[in-house]
């Protein structure tokens, strides 16, 4: 009965610690296969991306409903206030998304179905402009990360360029415009 008690803190203490080593891995970001980024382009999820500015908001239909907003980084937010196209290099446009979901919470207060929010997140995905690197591709880098891990399936990286080109080069290859 002691021993097992005493056991307990040394147990904690061990696992705590090999939890801030791992968060310090995590913190420096360069280690291990992650800092291979996409398949194809190399990309990585960049730092701080969670606290870039709005640009817009966008809710898709079909098998796996989702809404997502769509960030920009300093380079990208003056680019699209001053309405530059094409790009600079440096912009970096993310797009995080969500599953879309009924509130129950919110229903309940409203006293009927009209509320909708974002639930899990289901993946987040990057777009970087550096024209020369990625020249053949727009300019443009892909990738796509789920819980902070590169979508290894090239495949899938394959597609984002496959599909954003399909809009007039004038667009830059952005779909997404400005909310004000
Ligand atoms: C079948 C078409 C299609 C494919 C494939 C696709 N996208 Fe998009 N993407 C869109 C559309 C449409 C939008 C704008 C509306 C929205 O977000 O639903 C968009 C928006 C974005 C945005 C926000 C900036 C912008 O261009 O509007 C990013 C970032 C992005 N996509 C990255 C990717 C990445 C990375 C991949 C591949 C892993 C990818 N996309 C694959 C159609 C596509």
């Not at 998304?97 to 899990?120: C, L, M, P, T």
């Not at 289901?122 to 892909?142: C, F, H, L, M, P």
Request: some cysteine; aromatic content about 10%.
């Amino acid at each position: 009965m002691t021993r097992k008690f005493a056991a307990l803190p040394v147990t904690a203490s061990i696992v705590g610690m090999l939890l801030s080593l791992s968060n310090l891995a995590q913190a420096d970001s360069t280690p291990g296969a992650d800092a291979q980024g996409s398949p194809v382009f190399g990309v990585t999820l960049p730092p701080g991306y969670r606290n870039w500015q709005f640009v817009s908001i966008a809710h898709e239909e079909g098998e796996k409903p989702d809404i997502r907003v769509i960030l920009g980084n300093d380079i990208a937010m003056k680019a699209y206030r001053e309405g530059t196209l094409p790009f600079p290099d440096g912009t970096i446009i993310a797009r995080l998304a969500y599953k879309y979901e009924s509130s129950a919470q919110n229903n309940a207060v409203f006293g009927r179905d009209q509320s909708f929010v974002a639930g899990e997140p289901t993946n987040v995905q990057i777009e970087v402009k550096d024209s020369k690197r990625y020249a053949s591709t727009g300019g443009w880098g892909y990738g796509q990360f789920e819980n902070g891990k590169p979508n290894p399936s090239e495949k899938i990286i394959n597609g984002c360029f496959a599909c954003h080109t399909k809009l007039p080069p004038e667009t830059d290859l952005i779909f997404t415009r400005y909310s004000q």
